[in-house]
């Protein structure tokens, strides 16, 4: 047991979504909360704050939705089309994009508590607004939604994560900064007591009669990557910040904890060429470029290599981020028209992206550094087998496809004929990784026989298990905000049951 006479009911390890989403919870059940964060304050927030703040959550129609955000007014309201997303489409996106192989149970824990769960932050102060930006386009007199995505918190991810560190000030949760998780603590009986650090001071054992650990996944350690993910993976451009290293799944693993999960897979996305190598906390998720169903994507060959319109961007981003670490120099180009100009995202127009603009294929792809025959020949191919007799709907699966190319494209398929022509280099940037620790349904860390270890508990990345292969666009935000509550409830009525021995 640590010497220092201070006991915390729950330390919390790390400082984003899932973390403040247990220490707020966890503040509800006990007295003393405390949250250890490894970066410094002008750092803190985790990965959450450069996230685009979108979450997806199970909903059942306009009502519920106004639940949370009860300052709609009647006029917005009645320019939306926002359908419904129940629980059993959301298990099936689970499912479908994961090959099937998302543990049952846990998917099961995130859509149905999903709803309950922004309701209770929505409760403590945080607000939300429709995602009109992002995921709405204007079909007829309404907006309408795609692919189950409805709203994002104010201020995107910087504003949720300043919007729950809030809520932990209000409920008197400590934090500490540039403190760094090192080692659990356990008792003779084997029993988590607490975390030793290091500080500024440098090392301290703190007591605790839980701890959550919500570190994030091992995205930042170019080690690890290239172990777990293979060749070539510690080059990639990190998305969000340098501190997550892999320390909690470390800590858990060193005291038996199960291992869990897709550990060769992970979150990318199709990122800025020119980016830097961590996130800039200016920019945040804005180097992303997520507009390429309306357009086509190319190697520096000029060659297509995947098929742009399988599915809303929601289902695949992510795979189609990794996807390009397979292209000649990890590059990919996303070539549009004039004539989408106003279906593309605002993070297109940013002053620190690096687009080009050219009257002709040929002049574009020079300004890119793309083989100018092998670019107009690929375009001058899709532009013959584009099925123009099938209308072109950007609010859904419009079906306007193309027929008789080697990669044809299932939806979106419109000729680019339309000078300017405008492209934009990407590479993979790495959001997240897939492999992590086993929790049960109270989210208690598991050894391999399946018994939880007490007094440890995780959320967030760190939970192996829920995704594989790629994932339904914001629920990773809403995985970090079930598993954080659900974490900091068990820990805090574990807490308490210790206090009462």
């Known amino acids: 047991m640590p010497a220092n006479d201070t006991v915390y009911d729950v330390i919390v390890v790390g400082a984003g979504n899932a973390a403040l989403s247990a220490a707020i919870a966890a503040r509800e059940q006990t007295q003393s909360v ?130 729950q560190f809030d809520v932990c000030e209000k409920l008197g949760v400590e934090v500490r900064y540039s403190t760094e998780g ?42 690890m990557r290239c172990r777990y993910l293979g060749p070539g993976w510690e080059t990639v451009k990190v998305r969000g910040i340098p501190y997550n290293t892999g320390d909690g799944i470390k800590m858990a693993l060193d005291v038996g904890a199960q291992s869990y999960g897709h550990w060769s897979s992970c979150h990318a996305v199709a990122w800025d060429m020119n980016a830097p190598t961590f996130g800039d906390r200016t920019v945040t998720e804005l180097f992303q470029k997520h507009s390429y169903p309306f357009g086509l994507m190319v190697n520096i060959n000029g060659e297509r290599f995947l098929d742009e319109g399988a599915d809303f961007r929601n289902y695949t981003y992510v795979t189609y981020g990794r996807a390009l670490m397979d292209q000649p120099q990890g590059l990919c180009f996303q070539v549009f028209d004039d ?26 792809a020079r300004m890119l550094d793309i083989d100018p025959v092998g670019l107009a020949r690929t375009i001058e191919d899709y532009n013959a087998a584009v099925r123009t007799d099938i209308p072109y709907n950007a609010t859904v699966k419009d079906g306007r496809r193309t027929e008789g190319l080697a990669v044809d494209k299932t939806n979106w398929a419109e ?30 860390v598991v050894t391999n026989a399946q018994d939880p270890i007490p007094g440890l508990y995780a959320a967030g990345e760190m939970v192996g298990g829920l995704f594989y292969h790629n994932y339904p666009g914001g629920s990773g935000l809403s995985a970090g905000m079930v598993f954080g509550r659900l974490a900091g409830n068990s820990a805090g009525e574990d807490a308490l049951a210790l206090k009462d021995v």
Request: no cysteine; net charge negative.
């Open 34 to 163: 405390l949250v250890v964060e490894k970066a410094p304050e002008y750092f803190r927030g985790g990965n959450t704050y450069f996230t685009g703040g979108i979450i997806r959550f199970a909903f059942n129609g306009l009502d519920d939705i106004k639940g949370l955000i009860p300052d709609m007014s009647e006029t917005e309201a009645n320019s939306i089309e926002v359908g419904q997303y129940t629980e059993n489409q959301f298990y099936d996106d689970m499912m479908r994009v994961t090959h099937g192989l998302s543990d049952p149970e846990l998917a099961e824990i995130l859509v149905s508590h999903s709803y309950p769960t922004m309701k209770w932050l929505q409760e403590h102060g945080v607000r939300f607004v429709l995602s009109f930006g992002r995921q709405a386009f204007r079909d007829g007199d309404k907006f309408r939604f795609w692919g189950g995505l409805v709203v994002e918190a104010v201020g995107a991810g910087k504003g949720l994560s300043d919007q």
């Open 339 to 364: 004539k989408v100009k106003h279906l593309l995202r605002d993070e297109y127009w940013i002053p620190q992206a690096t687009p080009a603009e050219a009257n002709s294929i040929e002049e574009l």
């Open 415 to 444: 000729t680019i004929d339309t000078p300017p022509y405008r492209g934009w280099a990407v590479t993979t940037g790495i959001t997240f990784t897939f492999g992590g620790v086993k929790v049960n349904n109270r989210g208690q």
């Open 182 to 223: 090192v080692s659990l603590i356990q008792d003779q009986m084997g029993r988590v007591a607490g975390l030793r650090v290091k500080g500024p001071d440098g090392f301290e054992d703190i007591a605790g009669r839980a701890v959550v650990l919500a570190a994030g996944g091992f995205e930042a350690n170019a080690e």
